[in-house]
């Protein structure tokens, strides 16, 4: 069968690329012909335009000898549609399930062409779809049902049935130029102008005049050729073939004065609409051929006139049946050319150059002296379809995640994480790092590559740390949006937290207020006449082993079974959160208001990226999925110590609903026009540290192949990098290939016994001159780091960030001892302050790492008790003694141990400053207990989380925030002191 290809391809002029993943059409309704679709096939069709001829000429409405359709022709016809069903064929052997569909937008009840094309279409293999519309239609009706088939990706070609009046511009180019088969959009008639026939759909009906006149044997080359009666796209298409192959061409209107004289000038006569009787048959010359195209294809509209007995052999039948055809043909291809958009296409980045100032401006003066490219230009660059992206403003948009299910076949790129050592209070530059490798592999090395992030909480922003878009010549842009608010996401994820909090304190009051029966009637109530359980109820029933669905027929133990979840509040876990930084709220009461009759308590606010929520948006792998883990979230246990969920209190529908939009991953840009997924942003030390699985997954596949993924762990290796191995690979199945640990000299010093580093004080001298000495004594930081990430059995790479007061012989001593401790090699970058060609050599040696293979492996099996998987932890990964568990501590692990939750992997909850549990002790402490002061469990996101010593969940400001600096020029609506 490969053999036959290249014949087919060539008739469709156009390459056949590998098929994608099928879609299939509910036909909504489906034209026939009279009585049930009496023809069969071509041969069908061709003998009723026959008897429509004999009826015709009874009629005394004859065509003259030129009216008998030739068999070269009707074997033409039927070369068109094997050919079109064969190539489909092929098509389909890759994508079973596929079948193109056309849609047909008709205006009246004029159906006189409808079964041509239906049958016609069964013939290849194609369906149709109809949308009847009122014969009175305008304007707006049809443009109203052109964009909805527009966005349908069932629907693969557009044609429109309309009277004549109604093929305005507005109307025309509403079509998708990718489903306009008919080719009358002003895109598919520019790209036929410009030469550009490969990329465009061309008029079915001027084809048909072309062939059928080359098939009649007239030589085109030379000849004078007029055009009558034809307007707009056919006019022109028909003016741009002629003159390709040859001929002179002249256009004319019916009434135009110079017609007679044109006419008789002409060696062939193309009609685009039927003659008037004002023009008499004498007017055009013996022997000229007479080509009538005036039957509008869809329209149904005969030019029914005598013009053939002039010597023209063809006439308005064969036309429009070749026609007809050859719009199949334009079917197919649009079908292939769907079919390879469904595909892994290689990418054409344009990538924006930079202009490095030294000085290095602030990172905001930077970000603003750059351009971005408008988001659907790069979403089209990387190859994401238009559907699948909503756009939100100019410079980011969110990406739907059924680009997931398009590229299921295609293989994965490269996996890399980007770690760090014990950091400073300043932080290290893990996001700077991330974002200049990614700039060095795609815009400096032509290899296809996206960067991962969190997305920044408002409480470091508007506190010490300020954002997480990068630095200097290595950030997200534009890095105000990256930094407030983005989409929204926290902000769902702050309202959904917060409705869960509310129902469960209201429930507790309801239920202390009421009786079983009144409970069970607010609960389940009568609806005009009708009381019915919702789909959650019914859950919840069947979860009770009630396997009954009439409201009525529950007993009374039964009802109360039902009505009451029996809370304990003591065992409450699940709290509010707020994105900012309030240390007022870290103990509260609640409930102090005489309306809520003593149902007061004592709670506390977290900030909302240590929210649940926001952990099971970062490990969820689909919609379907996120529901499932909202509803599994424990949030407290029942008086009898069995777990109360999501799910039982009946929110787990309303939290969906809010996170629907979160769920997407955001795109956006780096200064070098790369791209980037912003998306999740759960703390390190109080939740995992990274962004979600689903960016992950969607940027593997855009990549391609040899593309690399770049994703960053919060904090140090010991932390974020421990739980992007033990929890994010659990949960994606994602194997990574290399670990980027980044380091400082700064940092470094401070592990070798320099003094104190607070933000907002300025460095001591220590740090800005060199220290041979501080940093070899504080390279055991580094050291253990890297054998922190070797117990994983993943190649390391370090990336020394450098700054501009670290000198060449402190670059040179880190850069030894990263590689005597063990790691595959160890690179100075310079991305700060030139972009990425600054981390240039990163580039190249992840890439020779991720060529070695990784042997990865998990720390522990989640198998092992709880107080094991702790200890394990404690002791290989921050080199501590043994743990010692508070009294609650045990208490909570007993309890989660009994209630099932036992064989869930550990987050644990601890300062990022040390790999201890005392912020104060540097380099790698030893011999030391971890106190694990509490134990949490986040059931829907699956793991438990121990806190380790007096971590706190909700951060405070300091003296003096960044808000102080923070301000907005309200002329020109930029904001001014963003660091």
């Known amino acids: 069968m490969s053999a036959l290809l290249p014949r087919f391809l060539r008739r469709l002029r156009c390459p056949l690329q590998p098929a994608g993943p099928p879609r299939r059409l509910r036909v909504p309704s489906r034209a026939r012909c009279n009585g049930g679709g009496g023809y069969g096939g071509v041969e069908g069709l061709l003998g009723q335009r026959r008897q429509r001829r004999q009826q015709n000429a009874q009629a005394g409405c004859s065509h003259g000898p030129g009216s008998r359709a030739s068999p070269a022709r009707n074997s033409f016809v039927r070369e068109v549609i094997q050919n079109s069903k064969e190539v489909l064929r092929l098509l389909q052997e890759k994508n079973p399930a596929f079948k193109p569909v056309l849609a047909i937008i008709q205006a009246g009840d004029d159906n006189s062409m409808q079964e041509v094309n239906q049958n016609l279409a069964e013939e290849a293999g194609l369906d149709i779809t109809h949308i009847f519309l009122p014969l009175e239609s305008g304007e707006d009706e049809i443009i109203d049902e052109i964009l909805k088939i527009n966005e349908d990706t069932r629907v693969h070609g557009l044609a429109l049935q309309i009277s004549e009046n109604l093929f305005s511009n507005k109307v025309l180019n509403a079509l998708k130029p990718e489903k306009d088969v008919d080719g009358v959009t002003d895109v598919n008639l520019g790209r036929l102008v410009r030469g550009d026939a490969h990329e465009c759909f ?24 007029l055009v009558v009666g034809a307007h707009g796209s056919l006019e022109a298409t028909l003016q741009c073939l002629f003159q390709r192959k040859g001929s002179m061409t002249m256009s004319s209107q019916w009434k135009a004065p110079q017609l007679q004289s044109k006419l008789r000038e002409a060696d062939v006569v193309v009609l685009g609409s039927p003659r008037p009787e004002e023009v008499p048959l004498s007017w055009i010359q013996p022997g000229t051929t007479v080509l009538n195209c005036s039957h509008d294809l869809l329209s149904g509209k005969l030019g029914c006139g005598s013009l053939g007995e002039h010597g023209g052999p063809i006439t308005e039948n064969d036309v429009s049946l070749l026609a007809a055809a050859l719009r199949i043909q334009n079917m197919v291809v649009s079908s292939r050319r769907w079919l390879r958009e469904q595909q892994y296409t290689r990418w054409r980045l344009h990538c924006l150059k930079l202009q490095p ?31 699948e ?75 010490v740390k300020g954002g997480a878009a990068g630095g200097g010549y290595a950030q997200v842009i534009p890095m105000e949006e990256f930094n407030l608010h983005l989409t929204g996401d926290i902000h769902a994820i702050t309202a959904a937290n917060n409705l869960l909090a509310a129902a469960i304190d209201t429930r507790i009051l309801h239920e202390n207020t009421q009786t079983d029966k009144a409970l069970y009637n607010r609960l389940v109530p009568l609806v005009n006449g009708v009381r019915e359980f919702s789909d959650i109820q019914l859950a919840r029933l069947k979860k009770l082993g009630i396997n009954k669905t009439d409201p009525g027929a529950l007993t009374e133990e039964e009802i109360s079974k039902f009505a009451r979840l029996d809370i304990d509040p003591s065992t409450i876990t699940w709290q509010r959160v707020l994105d900012t930084n309030d240390r007022f709220l870290r103990k509260i009461t609640i409930g102090q208001a005489n309306t809520e009759k003593g149902c007061s308590r004592q709670a506390q606010f977290d900030i909302a990226v240590a929210s649940e929520i926001m952990a099971v948006l970062a490990l969820t792998d689909s919609l379907k999925d996120m529901k499932e883990r909202l509803g599994r979230m424990v949030v407290a246990s029942d008086k009898n110590g069995h777990p109360v969920t999501a799910e039982d209190l009946g929110v787990t529908g309303a939290l969906t609903v809010l996170m629907k939009d979160a769920i997407k991953p955001n795109l956006m840009q780096t200064l070098e026009g790369t791209p980037v997924f912003v998306h999740a942003g759960p703390f390190a030390n109080i939740a995992h540290g990274n962004s979600s699985v689903l960016a992950d997954k969607i940027a593997l596949k855009l990549v391609g192949e040899e593309g690399f993924v770049v994703t960053e762990a919060g904090f140090g290796a010991d932390i974020g990098m421990e739980k992007f191995f033990n929890i994010k690979c659990r949960a994606s199945g994602l194997v990574p290939n290399v670990v980027v640990l980044v380091a400082t000299v700064r940092a470094l010093k401070m592990h070798g016994g320099g003094p104190s580093v ?37 190649p390391v790479v370090v990336a020394l960030n450098v700054f501009k007061t670290d000198t060449q012989a402190e670059i040179d001593l880190v850069c030894e001892l990263a590689k005597r401790a063990g790691a595959f090699d160890a690179v100075p970058c310079y991305h700060w302050s030139v972009g990425g060609k600054g981390s240039v050599d990163l580039a190249w040696a992840v890439r020779e790492a991720a060529s070695k293979g990784s042997r990865f492996r998990f720390l522990y099996d989640v198998q092992l008790p709880i107080v094991e998987k702790i200890r394990t932890i404690a002791q290989a990964v921050y080199g501590a003694r043994d743990i010692e568990l508070s009294p609650e501590a045990q208490s909570k692990i007993d309890r989660y141990t009994q209630q099932g939750f ?24 030893r011999d030391f207990i971890l106190p694990i002061s509490d134990v949490r469990a986040s059931i829907g996101a699956g793991f438990i989380y121990p806190l380790v010593g007096t971590m706190s969940t909700m951060p405070g400001l300091p003296t003096r925030p960044c808000f102080y600096d923070i301000d907005l ?10 660091f």
Do not use: W
Request: aromatic share 2%; with cysteine.
């Open 902 to 925: 036992g064989n869930l992997p550990i987050c644990m909850a601890k300062t990022h400053l040390s790999l201890s549990h005392q912020p104060d002790k540097k380099g790698v402490p």
């Open 758 to 794: 607070t933000a907002g004080i300025p460095l001591k001298r220590e740090y800005t001159e060199e220290s041979i000495q501080l940093v070899a004594d504080g390279c055991c930081n580094l050291q253990k780091q890297i054998q922190i990430a070797q117990l994983f059995g993943v």
């Open 969 to 978: 020029d309200t002329e020109t609506e930029q904001v001014r002191g963003l």
């Open 357 to 387: 100032l030294s000085p290095v401006p602030s990172d905001i003066e930077i970000s603003r002296a750059q351009t971005p490219k408008s988001v659907d230009v790069l979403a089209k660059e990387i190859g994401l379809l238009a559907e």
């Open 202 to 225: 061309v008029s079915p009906v001027a084809r048909a005049v072309i062939e059928l006149l080359e098939k009649s044997g007239v030589n085109l080359d030379g000849k004078k050729i």
């Open 389 to 463: 992206i909503e756009i939100y403003g100019r410079s980011k948009a969110k990406v739907r995640l059924s680009l997931l299910e398009r590229l299921k076949d295609q293989a994965d790129g490269k996996y890399v994480l980007v770690a760090g050592i014990t950091p400073t209070p300043l932080g290290e530059g893990k996001s700077t790092v991330t974002i200049g490798l990614v700039q060095a592999l795609t815009a400096h090395l032509n290899i296809n590559s996206f960067a991962c992030l969190r997305q920044p909480s408002q409480g470091p922003t508007f506190g």
